[in-house]
């Protein structure tokens, strides 16, 4: 079956927030486009659909949205040319260490000075004791009766 797909155990959501970033790098949407691709197929992605939209920044320059579908769950990043930053929003049911390749490759192109980076790795599948495993991990477990 073609777009037959079991997810592992563990998934990984990856957030960045990208700050001072020069305004050059900002510049070249083309290349972060690029970047995000050629960094998700480099990593065994299997890319779905893919949308870009561009709009005029007050720097005079496009600021970008990204946003991409793959087998494996998505990704989300945007630029914020006004403020010199850029934010990743990465999520994958492939395993707990993935994103770290996405989160690199952007950072080396586009040379943030401040990160803040979050990582979380969740199960996917029901466990016992599942609250007491995700304390202080996660804000809140909810269990609806």
């Given at each position: 079956m073609e777009?037959?797909?079991f997810a592992?155990?563990?998934?990984t959501h990856l957030f960045a927030a990208l700050y001072e970033?020069?305004?050059?790098k900002l510049k070249n949407t083309n290349q972060i486009y690029n970047t995000i691709i050629n960094s998700l197929?480099?990593?065994g992605f299997h890319i779905k659909k893919k949308f870009i939209y561009k709009v005029r920044s007050p720097k005079d320059y496009y600021a970008i949205s990204i946003d991409?579908?793959?087998l494996e769950s998505g990704l989300q990043f945007s630029t914020y040319p006004e403020y010199n930053s850029a934010i990743l929003d990465f999520h994958s049911c492939r395993g707990k260490n993935d994103g770290q390749?996405?989160?690199?490759?952007?950072?080396?192109y586009l040379e943030p000075?401040?990160?803040?980076k979050q990582i979380n790795s969740l199960p996917f599948s029901y466990r016992e004791n599942l609250k007491?495993?995700?304390?202080?991990?996660?804000e809140e477990v909810y269990y609806k009766n």
């Open positions: 777009n037959q797909y592992k155990e563990i998934g970033i020069p305004d050059e197929k480099e990593d991409i579908i793959f390749k996405i989160y690199n490759d952007l950072c080396s000075k401040i990160v803040l007491e495993n995700l304390e202080g991990i996660v």
